[in-house]
């Protein structure tokens, strides 16, 4: 069974950068089928794509959001990562990293738990 | 605001029928699968429809999920307590350089 699990720090100061990691286990990143996605939920709201990767390191990220994310993927490791940039209170919220049923499309079929990141001095 | 648009709340009683509405535009809905997401409280989302209409193995045959034009449906029959969640819809927007876009989700209740 597929499982994703995400790690990092759980406060981060504003203006500083925002920065998980994306463990998977029980299957391989290396797949020419999936990417591999990481998505957003403030606290109380909707969900919010960030960006995704496929495994030669190919990305594509939310537009309103492009400026300040970068992910990249370690297949040594079997793990994506995420930064975002300049952050501010509007980036606290749980972040999940999914795996991503391929571009041009909505499917998330595999989640991690979440990780909630709150910005704040 | 949300790309997609869905009504913030919907309830039913057990045993009821409810469907919850997911309107977009040809950029989207109109050119592209819609997906559906449940999130149950404290939890991460749970993909329950895909391309339009397709149930992932495990997903009870009382969901059911359909498209028109640039709507979509999601479908819950014979509606039970362990339903009341957070529901999403989903599409990839080929507007601007393309995105994936969720709907503000909708919040069943079940009486």
């Known amino acids: 069974q597929l499982q994703l699990q995400e790690s990092g720090p759980g406060l981060v100061k504003p203006s500083e950068t925002l920065s998980l990691s994306c463990t998977v286990s029980g299957g391989s990143i290396n797949t020419r089928v999936y990417y591999w996605g990481w998505i957003r939920q403030p606290p109380g709201k909707g969900l919010e794509w960030i960006g995704s990767i496929y495994y030669s390191g190919s990305t594509y990220y939310n537009p309103s959001l492009k400026s300040r994310v970068t992910i990249f993927v370690d297949t040594s490791k079997n793990q994506f990562s995420l930064n975002l940039t300049s952050v501010t209170a509007a980036d606290t919220a749980v972040y999940y990293c999914?795996?991503?049923?391929?571009?041009?499309?909505?499917?998330?079929?595999?989640w991690g738990q979440g990780t909630l990141v709150t910005v704040s001095s | 605001q949300s790309v997609l648009g869905q009504p913030p709340s919907a309830s039913g009683t057990p045993g009821q029928r409810v469907t919850i509405s997911c309107s977009g535009s040809r950029f989207n809905i109109g050119s592209n699968y819609v997906y559906w997401y449940q999130q149950l409280p404290g939890t991460a989302p749970k993909l329950l429809i895909y391309?339009?209409?397709q149930r992932p193995s495990g997903v009870p045959d009382r969901f059911s999920g359909s498209k028109s034009g640039t709507s979509a449906s999601l479908a819950i029959s014979g509606l039970r307590s362990e339903d009341e969640a957070n529901y999403y819809c989903?599409?990839?927007?080929?507007?601007?350089?393309?995105?994936?876009?969720f709907g503000g989700g909708t919040k069943l209740t079940v009486l």
């Open positions: 391309r339009n209409d």
């Open positions: 999914a795996r991503h049923g391929g571009a041009y499309t909505g499917q998330f079929d595999y």
């Open positions: 989903a599409a990839w927007d080929d507007s601007l350089s393309g995105s994936v876009v």
